[in-house]
C-alpha cells in the first residue's frame, strides 16, 4: 500500500506545485487526472523519490521512502514524461545498459532477463532494431520493460499515453492493466479515456489540490440527471454559453450538440437528460472544483 500525507512541493519563485496532498492506495491501477500545470510530474517524481518535497510523507508498505531512498530504489519503476534513450543504439542493448544503472538483479544473467522483458511487452521483434526506428509506442513499451526490471512493488508512468496512436494506446493499456494485477501501478494523465479505460479509482489534481478521489461509477453516479443535452443553432450558442455551465460542444454530422451540467435540476428548452460521462464529471470538477455530493464538494473551492 502507498501512503501519502500532507504533501506540500514549493519551487522556487514560489510556485505552490502542491497545496497538500493526502491518498491511500492500494494494489492495482490508479489514476491521477488533471490538467497540464496541476501538479502531476511534481507529484510523481516526488513519488519516485527524484525530488524532494517542501513538506509532507510518503510511505510504501508501511516504509518511510523519503528518508530511504534507496530502499524505495529496489522497490521501484519509474516511466518518466520525458525517457532519454541513445537513439543509436538497439532496443536490447538499451534495456541492458538501463538494467545496468538500476543495478537490477538478474540471477540468470542479465541476456535472458532482457529477452524475458522484450517479450513481456510484445517488443521481441524489434529488439535488433536501433531505438531511432521506433515509434512512440514502441519506445514507451520499452521504456516500460526498463521499469518492470527489477519486478518493483510501485510502477509509475508520467503520461504515458501522450502522443500514441489510438492502436498503440490500445496495446499499451493492455499492457498496463496485466502489470497493475499484483502491484501498485499509479498513471498519471490529462487524457480521461486513459482513467474510464482502465481504472477502477483514481484522483483529479487541479491546481496542486485533490478535488475528486473515487471511481469512474461514482463520478459518474454523481451527476445522474445533471448532464442535460441539446442541439442548437451556432448563434445561439454565446447566449447559452452565458446562461448555462456548457460542459462540451460537440459537432455531431454537422450540428452543435451542447452539454450543460445542470446542478439545480432545470434546463435549457429542447435539452434533455443524458447518462453523464467521465468527460462529463472531469469537466465539471475543472469548471467548479468539486461533484455534487461527494465529499470533496465539502473542501474548499479552489479558484485557479
Ligand atoms: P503537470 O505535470 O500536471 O503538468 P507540473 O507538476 O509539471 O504539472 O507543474 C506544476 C506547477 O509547478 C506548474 O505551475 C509548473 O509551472 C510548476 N513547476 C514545475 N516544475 C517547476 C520547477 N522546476 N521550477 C518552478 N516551477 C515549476
Redesign the pocket.
Known amino acids: 500500500m502507498l501512503q501519502v500525507s500532507g504533501l506540500v512541493k514549493v ?3 514560489p ?1 505552490a ?1 502542491l497545496q497538500g496532498v493526502d491518498l491511500e492506495v492500494t494494489a492495482g491501477m490508479f489514476g491521477l487526472l ?11 517524481r516526488i513519488l519516485a523519490g527524484v525530488l524532494e518535497p517542501t513538506s509532507g510523507g510518503v510511505r510504501l508498505d508501511g516504509h518511510d521512502t523519503i528518508a530511504d531512498p534507496q530502499w524505495l530504489r529496489e522497490r521501484l519503476g519509474y516511466l518518466p ?1 520525458d525517457f532519454g534513450f541513445y537513439a543509436h543504439l538497439t532496443g536490447r542493448d538499451m534495456l541492458l545498459h538501463l538494467m545496468r544503472l538500476k543495478g537490477v538483479n538478474a540471477p540468470g544473467g542479465p541476456g535472458p532477463l532482457a529477452d524475458e522483458l522484450l517479450r513481456r511487452v510484445n517488443m521481441s521483434f524489434a529488439a535488433q532494431r536501433p531505438v531511432k526506428s521506433y515509434s512512440g509506442g514502441m519506445r514507451q513499451r520499452l521504456g516500460i520493460a526498463q521499469a518492470i526490471s527489477g519486478n518493483p512493488r510501485l510502477l509509475i508512468v ?2 504515458p499515453t501522450a502522443g500514441l496512436d489510438p492502436e498503440e494506446r490500445l496495446r499499451f493499456y493492455h499492457l498496463l492493466a496485466e502489470l497493475a494485477e499484483d502491484r501498485v501501478v499509479i498513471l ?1 494523465t ?1 487524457i480521461v479515456e486513459d482513467v474510464a479505460v482502465l481504472c477502477p479509482r483514481f484522483a483529479v ?1 487541479r491546481a ?1 489540490r485533490l478535488v475528486a478521489l473515487t471511481t469512474p461509477r461514482a463520478a459518474r453516479a454523481a451527476l445522474e440527471g445533471r448532464i442535460v443535452e441539446g442541439v442548437v443553432r451556432p448563434a445561439e450558442l454565446p447566449a447559452l454559453r452565458e446562461q448555462w455551465q456548457v460542459t462540451q460542444e460537440l459537432l455531431v454530422e454537422g450540428h452543435h450538440r451542447v452539454r450543460v451540467y445542470t446542478p439545480g435540476g432545470d434546463r435549457p428548452l429542447g435539452f434533455e437528460a443524458v447518462a453523464p460521462s467521465l468527460e462529463d464529471a472531469y469537466l465539471v470538477l475543472m469548471r467548479t472544483g468539486a461533484l455534487p455530493g461527494t465529499e470533496a464538494a465539502a473542501a474548499e473551492p479552489v479558484n485557479a
Do not use: L
Open positions: 519551487y522556487p519563485g510556485v506545485a488533471g490538467p497540464n500545470g496541476a501538479g502531476k510530474s511534481t507529484f510523481m514524461q508520467d503520461e498519471s490529462h489534481i496542486g
